[in-house]
């Protein structure tokens, strides 16, 4: 492969007032086109640019190992929320089984623990071990 820089080169050499501005041009640009957005001009602009500040690199790396932590560390929070709340209501849902329809035996509300109360706090239950395995999913899958 030869280099059209040379062909370009000895062309505007070889008229009569010697075309220097072309020859310029020519040796700038790349060696196949001649043209300013060609790989060398590519390679210049690449080497002239500074790299990023090693301790902004350093400073950026640490503010998203501390945010996977907190990301971390809150998935964990919720999970183990979640799922300790899940397991007080199956106790709950257990307690009213065995013993019907009543009042709360924590808090004393009259009444409280009923059919509709079972259904909805059964619900509740499972949408709690839901989103903690769901939390549980994204903190093994590091999101």
Known sequence: M???RAGGSRKALGKKEWGLDEVEAVLAGSPTTGEKDGTTDLLKRLAVLQPP???????AVKALRDADQRQT???????????????????????H???????????????????????????????????????????????
């Open 2 to 4: 030869t280099d059209e």
């Open 53 to 59: 500040d090693p301790k902004a690199v350093a400073d």
């Open 73 to 95: 560390a809150a998935a964990q929070s919720v999970a183990g929320k979640s799922d300790q709340l899940a397991t007080l209501l199956d106790h709950a849902l257990s307690f």
């Open 97 to 143: 089984k065995a013993h019907g329809d009543g009042d709360c035996p924590v808090c004393g509300k009259p009444n409280a623990l009923d059919n509709a109360w079972h259904l909805q706090k059964a619900q509740e239950a499972e949408a709690l071990r839901q989103a903690a395995r769901e939390a549980h999913g994204s903190q093994e899958s590091g999101g």
